[in-house]
């Protein structure tokens, strides 16, 4: 085990100080979030919205800030053509779970700045059940890290990459936004934990379902 984790924090390193340096994708995701919030403040005008679709605004702006910023996980490799390097000096696996943990650190944080962002300036977004819509964060954010990683490495020899990205993400994430939705709504209603838990399961099976099938068609992917 300890052999697959030292490349593969390596690689994270190598990833996260190549962010830090440009802040391509942060600058991106902020600006992203900052913006799509602001013109649905002005949308809604002094409006209050029910609670359903204020759960579905947080995690419509969550996925499409995911898709502006994700799909450079492997793109930035073509461009820098550093893939060979990649394929030479280290394992598929450790490629996969290396940018799987940088895109997840890189979306809790963006993830964690939108909610902050949204819960602030958006009316009547009042979360009742903080437990609920704690661990709703935490699973949506790990789901959606998982599939956006994979998705990437499919697109990043594509042509069309920029639009194929989104096109292929929704239909895949479309059951967790759903359950993630579900779970903020009644977060915000007040519900009780226990009301959450099938959902929570929903959530834990797709991470699970998800990271399994990448891992054992990312060798396929990566060598192709």
């Known amino acids: 085990m300890i052999k697959y984790l030292i490349p593969i924090i390596a690689l994270f390193q190598k990833d996260f100080k190549s962010e830090i340096r440009t802040r391509y994708a942060l600058n991106a995701l902020v600006m992203f979030v900052i913006t799509t919030i602001s013109i649905i403040l002005f949308a809604i005008a002094y409006e209050t919205p029910p609670y359903e679709i204020l759960a579905g605004i947080l995690w419509i702006i969550i996925f499409f800030s995911a898709m502006s910023g994700m799909a450079r996980t492997f793109i930035s490799e073509e461009e820098k053509n550093t893939v060979m390097t990649l394929h030479i000096i280290t394992t598929p696996i ?6 799987l943990l940088f895109n997840l650190v890189l979306l809790v944080v963006i993830n964690c700045f939108s909610t902050v962002l949204y819960i602030l300036l958006m009316p009547n977004f009042s979360i009742k059940s903080p ?4 661990i709703t964060l935490i699973l949506g954010t790990i789901g959606l890290a998982s599939t956006s990683t994979i998705i990437a490495a499919i697109i990043a020899k594509s042509n069309t990459k920029g639009t194929l990205y989104p096109v292929l993400s ?40 998800i990271t399994t099938s990448s891992y054992l068609l990312f060798d396929y992917i990566w060598k192709d």
Request: no cysteine; hydrophobic share 55%.
């Open 94 to 99: 450790t490629v996969y779970f290396g940018k």
């Open 131 to 134: 437990d609920i819509f704690i």
């Open 170 to 209: 929704f239909p895949i994430l479309l059951p967790l936004l759903l359950e993630v939705i579900k779970t903020t709504k009644l977060a915000l209603e007040g519900e009780y934990f226990q009301k959450a838990i099938p959902d929570f399961q929903v959530m834990i099976a797709y991470f699970i379902v």
